[in-house]
């Protein structure tokens, strides 16, 4: 009779990896490892910007506190003894004889200004050659009067006068100091603005600024 050996067979590591055994009447199987591939789309898929649109560009840079810059002056001149009226405006561009602009009977008051104080301005389309500048995004507007030209007087227009969608009548425009104003014309700057107190002098400087 032949002695059997109580010894199971041995099971080494590399039987085990290849495949299962029994251990303890049920097949235990080594566990699988699977490589997984993440693409740039899935990623982004699951940073949650798969499929999506691109982020918005950046917004326009804020515009000073004010808003836009001055609409327009009109300067009344006395040029080498004529009267000229000069629009200016704050991209430095200037007009001759000056229109004023028809909202909230803007030009009716401009009409009645000249009437007011008896100027009667000379219809050449040619302006007097004064340098002008604009600066602060058109709030701040200068001009430089030479030896021959002074300001006799002047009107600014600006929609920050009155806000609202339908501005009352004359409301969007100022007249200079001391000098005759139309009937129904609005006195006084809101805060912050600096306009010319008066009449100039010849070779001054007249500077318009808003806020």
């Not at 009409?111 to 000249?114: D, F, G, Q, R, S």
């Given at each position: 009779m032949?002695?059997?050996?109580?010894?199971?067979?041995?099971?080494?590591?590399?039987?085990v990896i290849k495949g299962g055994i029994a251990v303890g009447g049920a097949l235990w199987a080594a566990p699988v490892v699977q490589a997984l591939s993440v693409t740039k789309a899935s990623a982004a898929t699951a940073s949650g910007g798969g499929g999506g649109s691109s982020p918005p560009p950046p917004g326009p840079p804020p515009t000073p506190s004010g808003g836009s810059g001055i609409s327009y002056v009109i300067l009344v001149l006395d040029n080498g003894g004529q009267v000229v009226t000069m629009k200016v405006q704050t991209d430095g561009s200037v007009s001759?004889?000056?229109q004023a602009s028809n909202d909230a009977g803007s030009d009716t008051l401009y009409?009645?200004?000249?009437s007011a104080n008896r100027w009667s301005p000379s219809t050449s389309k040619s302006c007097p050659a004064l340098p002008v500048t604009s600066t602060s995004g058109g709030h701040t507007l200068s001009v430089n009067l030479d030896s021959h030209t002074k300001m006799l007087g002047f009107m600014v227009h600006d929609g920050s006068f009155h806000?609202?969608?339908?501005?009352?009548t004359g409301s969007q425009v100022r007249f200079?100091?001391?000098t005759t104003l139309p009937s129904g014309a609005y006195t006084g700057?809101?805060?912050g603005w600096s306009v010319p107190s008066g009449p100039s002098g010849l070779g001054a400087t007249v500077t318009f600024v808003k806020p």
């Open positions: 032949s002695e059997e050996s109580d010894e199971s067979p041995r099971v080494n590591r590399r039987t001759c004889p000056a009409a009645n200004y000249l806000g609202g969608t339908k501005p009352p200079c100091a001391d700057y809101p805060t």
